[in-house]
């Protein structure tokens, strides 16, 4: 069992940076393929970006391409997503997530592992 704890998250202007991090129980975190999802009131939980297990390979949403970084430190146990030019339609609960099973854009939230509780982004007009 992996516990992931999302932490970074809170309220920003339009414009602005956060960056979100995920803390996770395991010593053995390079094992896993890392995402990050988001849901906004009212939509389905939608794919961010995901990185590969040793961090040479990211991918991302249409939507964050150029202004969202995720990364990974290994032997802290912990992943980042950076985000900058945050918009309002970026406001949501932001998930990160495990996965043993594969890893990108393609993969299928049902495949991904563990989750974390998710912390919330309000960016403000």
């Known amino acids: 069992q992996v516990r992931l704890v999302e932490t970074g998250g809170g309220l920003v202007q339009a414009g602005g940076s956060l960056r979100l991090s995920c803390a996770a129980s395991?010593?053995?975190?390079?094992?896993?393929?890392m995402g990050w999802f988001r849901q906004a009131p009212g939509k389905e939980r939608e794919f961010v970006a995901a990185?590969?297990?040793?961090?040479?390979?990211?991918y991302y949403a249409d939507s964050v391409k150029g202004r969202f970084t995720i990364s990974r430190d290994n032997a802290k146990n912990t992943v980042y997503l950076q985000m900058s030019s945050l918009k309002p339609e970026d406001t949501a609960v932001y998930y990160c997530?495990?996965?043993?099973?594969?890893?990108?854009?393609?993969?299928?939230?049902?495949?991904?592992?563990?989750w974390g509780q998710g912390t919330q982004v309000t960016v403000s007009s």
């Open positions: 990185i590969s297990r040793s961090g040479g390979s990211t």
């Open positions: 395991t010593r053995t975190l390079s094992l896993y393929n």
């Open positions: 997530a495990a996965s043993l099973r594969c890893t990108g854009s393609g993969c299928p939230q049902a495949l991904y592992d563990y």
